[in-house]
């Protein structure tokens, strides 16, 4: 009950068959966060490489694209300039070691993000919460059955509001005015606007009520 | 779900808790549109978004509790692999990597732009004004103090190095605080029921009773 169909196009898993892909969510999650932590204390090349080999040999086990690297993009600019800085500041060794380790649990992360569907992270996070939610003064502000709905909501509003904005931006150029103070306010009043209709409309059909006798 | 309820916390009617659940999620979309129009300039080799003017945006509008909650759902919505994180990216990896810890401290930046704005209690636009400069201020050395060490760490770069570059974002994180600034408290007159919020139940009674 607690799982929430996530469909969306933006999503960045891509289904497979592979023993990676059929590993439990709960079971990468964690092997993940233990590799982060090991990687924190590799600070020696051949170790580092080691680990990175080790995660490349499961991202080959899991037969992914090329195209799953994309939501590495970002990280992978940011490595390059910083591993650049180190060869300059500690030579080629501590640069390789670096940018190795850290190659390594970003290419971890990006393997467990494409071979676990959305709505099963979704899911450990649920329980995350509920193990949360059992503690004595979170349970009252904690509560993990409107997350799931919350979460739908989130996916559902990031297109509303990015037409929201066109919209503003129209207008102020309609109005033969420009510059961000044109179209930034009247996007969030109706932003705002938009939340609190929202909410009414949450309220009339009874949805957290549902979530949380379910 | 069963809260034992207690009789000398007041209970947030429904149409209030579907309110908050409303307005936490359509800030956390707003920090997702927000990260994903991003503003290039050549200088910097990372792409330059508005997504830390929608965290301290949170903060300052929603109030400490609903724009802590707004945040730490948009990076939980990005951890469950959705590309909402800056330049399109998303997934865990953006947590393994050397800025992870300052996406860790945007929940806490929305957190102390909150509770400067609510400290401030309610004041005119101008005070208003202050109330939020001062909390995004805050915020944003909070954010650089868990951020950089996280880099510094991560990178093995000590941490005057680390400082160093952290030092080419500031600029563009001048620019948009002073957007909030401007912003939050057009938005806190626009809506005044925004401010009419109360602390989630557990944490209510002491503002109750005032």
Redesign the interface.
Known sequence: MSRVR?A?P????IPGTSVVHRAPAGLK?AL?AAL?TVV?FV?EPLPALGLLGFVAATWLLARLPLRALR?????A???V??GA??WW??GPG?AV??VAG?SA??????V???T?P?DE??AV?VRGLRAL?RVP?????V?????A???A???R??P???DV?QGARDAARARGVRG??AW??PT??R??????R??????AR????TA?TS | ?T?PATTRTPRRT??E??????????????T??CA??SVAFSAV???VTLQTFAVL?AGA?LGP?RGTAAIG??L??G?????????????????????GGYLMAFPFAALVVGLAVRAAGRRGPLGTGVAVAVGVTAATALTYAVGVPVLA?????DAA?AWT?NWGFVPFDAVKAA?VV??AP??LR??P??RGARA????APEIAAA
């Open positions: 996530v969306t933006l999503g960045l898993h999650l993940l982060g924190a600070r939501q590495v993009r970002g990280v600019v940011l490595l300039a910083l800085f180190r500041a500690a501590a070691g670096m850290l649990v970003v290419l971890a992360a990006a467990v993000t494409a676990t959305t992270i979704v996070l939610a003064l979170l349970g009252r502000v509560v993990p059955e409107s997350f709905l919350a979460v909501l989130v996916l509003t990031v509303t509001l990015l904005a961000p103070r930034l306010l969030l009043l932003t705002v606007g938009h939340a609190v929202t909410g009414e409309a949450i309220h009874g949805l957290l009520d949380r | 779900m809260a429904p149409a808790r579907a309110r908050d659940l409303a307005l936490i999620a359509t800030f956390a979309a707003l997702a549109a994903l129009t080799p990372v792409p945006l509008v509790w759902l948009y939980a919505v951890a469950a692999g959705l590309p909402v994180f800056a330049g399109g990216t998303g997934g865990l990896a953006s947590f393994a990597g050397p800025s760490a991560r990178t093995a770069m190095a570059f957007l401007v912003a057009a938005v626009a809506f029921m925004l989630p139940r557990a944490l």
